[in-house]
């Protein structure tokens, strides 16, 4: 059967104004409704607490509630996995880090694959780890907690956030570094990790700024050193490893979001716009501060550079994890 132009045309027009299935993403559209981002940690985290101040903004932005959802369990894995099995569609999106989406990788037999299943949107922030202990720790710096744990090696403890997770790796660092031997203790994530060491269940911790920050500030935590080259200005007083007499014990923690793999290119696009514009916000550049975070400049926030950077760091750290030997618990 032949259709004259005119016909054709007013097929066109017709099927121009029909709905969009269902299932098919629209970048016009999107997000039409609640977008979930996944936390793979519990509540209260550095990762919960990052997530929920990215939600709170992109909401403003595009109209939509970013609703966090705290999935524990396996060092993050069990909650990255949740968002590999999700529907393509930009509903359901990754807020990981490092010990995430590059230690795992090295650690886990994952189900997923940390760089193929996955589509980046963009880098979010930075912080170097903090060693800090319990309050009534006999050491006062980092050279007396080294001398007091080569002294204790038997009743020693440090708390991790989990097998393979960051603050497990810079125990295992710190280790190497220093020439300590002690005790690991896995908890579920680095919120219970903390609650372990307020409560003196633990000796120190390797930790992120976000958690630890305020717990020294209000002294219910010692802050014996910053892993990087720069103090944080949020806790001044608290000295580089290398003011501290350790140098070499930096260690880098970074925080992303990801897609399901085969996310439409205009959602992803839509995505980073968004989120590039909430980096860029002084209330939420403020927030992140407070909580020891440094951001990414705007050209490292697309995501051509996160999978660049997720490629190196994959390439730099699984073969220093395997030589670990860190096994699964």
Known sequence: MKFSRRQWLHLAAGAAALPALPGIASAQSYPARPVTLVAPFPAGGPVDTIARILGERLQGLLGQPF???DIA????????????????????LSVGQWSTHVANAAIYKLPYDTLTDFQPIALLSSNPGLIVGRKDL????????????KANPEKATQGTPGVGGFGHIGGVFFQTV????????????????????????????VDTPTTSIPQILGGAIKGFAVMSQTRLAAIPDVPTVDEAGTPGLDL???????????TPGEIVTKLNKA???TMADPSVRRKLADLGQEIYPPELQTPEALAAFQKTELAK??????AANIKVE
């Open 317 to 322: 750290w699984g073969p220093i994890i395997t």
């Open 67 to 69: 609703i966090v959802e």
């Open 275 to 277: 989120i590039v514009q």
């Open 178 to 205: 220093t020439g300590t031997k002690y005790q690991f203790v896995p908890y579920r994530g680095a919120a219970p990790m903390m609650a372990a060491l307020l409560a003196g269940q633990v000796d120190f911790i």
């Open 138 to 149: 006999p050491a006062n710096n980092l050279k007396e907690l080294i001398a007091w744990l």
């Open 252 to 262: 880098l923690q970074w925080n992303a979001v990801w897609a399901p793999k085969g």
């Open 73 to 92: 369990g396996a060092a993050g894995s069990i909650g990255v996995g949740r968002v590999a099995r999700a529907a393509p569609d930009g509903y359901t």
